[in-house]
């Protein structure tokens, strides 16, 4: 038997891949710790997806392995040539960019 994603009391996060009308958007939200990443991982592959929006407006807290998920997508879009349009709390694009205070 095999549980779902959602029913796993250890991933507090999400991670998401969702097909909008604008594109395809990464959705991170709440604790985005290595279990949430795991998750996502088993469900959508290791490979970075092509994304044209990265949404984590509502992010609690952004683990390493969240932060190097992030940044896989978006140095896979920079590779390829395409724009992402980038929606992080002030402290999680800190994360990204090194500059934790």
């Known amino acids: 038997m095999t549980s779902s994603p959602s029913s796993d009391p250890a991933v507090r996060g999400v991670v998401r891949l969702l097909n909008t009308a604008g594109g395809r958007v990464l959705c991170l939200a709440g604790e985005v710790d290595g279990p949430a990443v795991t998750s996502f991982l088993r469900r959508y592959g290791r490979e970075p ?3 044209d929006r990265i949404d984590g407006g509502s992010i609690t807290a952004l683990s ?3 932060v190097e998920l992030v940044l896989d997508h978006l140095a896979a879009a ?9 929606d992080l709390p002030a402290a999680v694009e800190r994360l990204l960019t090194g500059q934790v205070r």
Do not use: F, L, Q
């Open 78 to 86: 920079e590779r390829a040539g395409r724009p992402v349009t980038v």
């Open 64 to 66: 390493a392995p969240g």
């Open 49 to 51: 997806a092509r994304i």
